[in-house]
Structure formats: C-alpha cells, structure tokens
C-alpha cells in the first residue's frame, strides 16, 4: 500500500531518489546523496527503495543520510514503473527527482528558483533529434527519409517533439504531474502506433525508456522542458571523459561545452577521433567552435561506455563512510546510533550526513 503524501507534506522542497535491484544501485544514491550533501545541508531527501534495500541502510546505519526512507511499490521497481508514477511519490511540496548516476557539482538554490516557476517539468531540448527513441545506428536515415517522426506527430496530435532527459524531473503540481504519467502511459502501450525503438535493443539495456512517452505527453498538454544546455547555468551535463575535467572525488567539475547544440551533440560518438574531426570541419563555420569551461550543477553519468569512474567513486564512498560510521559509533553512546524500527523524518544534516560534509 502506497502511503499519500497528497494532504501532508513533509517540507516545501526536497530531493526524491529511488532504487530497485542489485545493492551496487543502492551504493550508487548514497554516492550521490554524499556529494549533494556539500553543497545543501538543509534541503530534506527522500529514497523509496526495495524492502531489501531498506534492512541494508539499517544494518550499515546509512539509513540517517536521508530524512524520509518509503518502501517502492514491486509494479514501479522500473524505469517506466517509478517516472510515470511519480505522482504517487510527491513527499514534498516541490520534488526534485533525481537519477542515482549522478554527481553534485554546485550549491543548487538557483537551480531551485528557476525549477519553482514550473508545476512540472523535466530536462531536456525544445527540439527532439532523429536519434531521440528511434534506431541509434545508420538506420536512423531511413526513418528520416521516409518521415516516420513526422507520422508519429500526426497521429498522435502534436505539432512538436521535445526531447527530455529524465534524469532530473521536477513536480509540484500533482494534478497536472498525474496527468502526464497517464498520458506517458497511454503513449507507452501504443509504441507499435509509433516509430520509436525498445530500448532493451540497444546493448547493455535490459529496461524500457520512458523519455519519449514523457515527451509525447508533455506535448499533448504543451508543457515546456527545462532548458537542460544553458552553458554556465545547466542543470546537468553529461559526463564525457575528454570533456571534463575532475579530480577522483569531483570535489572541482568543469565540462567542455560547445555553444552551438549540433556540435555539443558530438560528444556522444565513441570515437575520439570521428569527434574531433567533425568538431573542426564544423569549427571552420563562425561561432561553431565556440566553447567554454562550465560547472554544470549535476554531472550525469548517463552513457554506458563512461560510467567507469561514477563506479569507481561509488564503491568507494560505500567504504570509506563505512569506516566513518564504526568510527563515530565508537565514540558515540550506543543510544545515539540506535537504527529505528521504522523509517521516519528525521532532522535534515543530521548523524551520517554531518559524516559525508565533515570527510567530504
């Protein structure tokens, strides 16, 4: 049973993070968690996890990073499950939804007054690129040529496809968030209507997408999508190894940002080399090789062949705030590290997040 949060809300703005699965996903938020905790002390953070998952913050004491613990419903231990039912998990009054790939790089009070201005919305572009929920190989060509997009727009009653980046979700308005899962849902279970792919087709994907039934839908109901490319103010970047500079604990983030769009979009190419050769055929055009170094306020490790250091950082912020925490309850009295029998609110900052600022 779904607890409601719809008449008592916990606080006005707070994080929302979710987990399923294997314990390295559980390893991956409180990795996350850790780096947000530099930059927001006050800002109160909710998980909704496996039960499993749940025993193992208990029994590590890493369930005090967070001021709400809820268990996740077994139908929404998804991609698709957990983003087109976010309506069912608004702990706050503006929730910040957030993927567990993700590292904090700055203080993010701007980046909540420009997300205040909107009942809901998620990252992404005002323009959907061919590659967006379609074939990401050279077939993408024969859906251009035979103007598959524009079919699935006329079909489905949109004048225009936005791409989002769900990683960052944002809701204060439940109505009109249910309103988009239901759509996203309804779009979902008409994908044989349209000309996106499964995702589980790419390699390494075992889920489905749930972006361009969110698109979709935020089209239908003509919402706008946070601007996720505004050079020095984005909210999140993608993690890209020749295009960022960081040391091993992203303490300091700058990525390599192009101004103009179509060249940024080169980062995604595997090879270095094709990258850097379409960067300066493109260069020779003024103003296309314009760049600049910028902190965006969340690195994402959305790319599966760049994720290696996210890893890498994750197991060992397990580890070492392990050994923060023997420490502490060593020289703590047993009742100040007593683990509740339930999940419940606690005081934001408190016990191990007081841990992650202080060896941060």
């Known amino acids: 049973m779904l607890r409601s949060f719809s008449t008592q809300k916990l606080a006005d703005e707070g994080y929302v993070y979710h987990c399923y699965g294997e314990e390295k996903y559980l390893r ?184 361009w039934s969110l698109a979709l839908a935020m089209s239908k109901l003509n919402l706008p999508v946070y601007p996720w490319l505004q050079g020095q103010s984005s909210p999140q970047l993608d993690y890209i190894g020749d295009y960022t500079k960081a040391d091993p604990d992203f303490h300091h983030v700058e990525c390599l940002y192009y101004s103009d769009a179509f060249v940024y979009s080169f980062r995604g190419l595997k090879s270095g080399w094709l990258r850097q050769l379409l960067t300066r055929l493109y260069g020779v055009i003024p103003g296309k090789g314009d760049y600049m170094w910028v902190t965006p306020f969340v690195l994402h490790f959305g790319w599966m062949h760049q994720k290696r250091p996210f890893f890498e950082f994750a197991d060992r912020t397990w580890i070492e705030l392990k050994g923060a925490l023997q420490q502490s309850i060593k020289a703590t009295s047993p009742q100040a590290w007593m683990v509740p029998t339930q999940p419940r609110i606690r005081p934001t900052g408190s016990d191990t997040a007081s841990v992650a600022v202080s060896n941060s």
């Open 28 to 211: 991956h938020v409180v990795a996350s968690v850790f780096t947000l905790r530099r930059y927001d002390t006050t800002r109160p953070i909710a998980l909704f996890c496996d039960a499993s998952h749940i025993t193992i913050l208990k029994e590590s004491g890493f369930e005090s990073l967070f001021d709400v613990i809820e268990p996740l419903a077994e139908a929404h231990a998804s991609i698709v499950g957990f983003k087109h039912n976010t309506h069912h998990y608004m702990p706050f009054t503006k929730n910040l939804y957030l993927d567990s790939d993700m590292v904090w790089c700055r203080k993010p009070d701007a980046l909540w007054t420009v997300a205040s201005t909107y009942g809901y919305s998620i990252t992404g572009m005002k323009i959907a690129d061919s590659f967006f929920g379609g074939a990401k190989d050279v077939s993408v060509l024969w859906d251009v040529l035979s103007r598959k997009r524009q079919q699935t727009m006329r079909r489905f009653g949109v004048t225009y496809l936005s791409r989002v980046q769900s990683g960052m979700i944002y809701a204060q308005d439940g109505a009109l968030t249910q309103r988009v899962n239901h759509l996203a849902s309804e779009m979902i279970n008409r994908r044989h209507e349209t000309h996106f792919t499964s995702r589980t087709l790419e390699h390494g994907r075992s889920e489905e997408s749930c972006e």
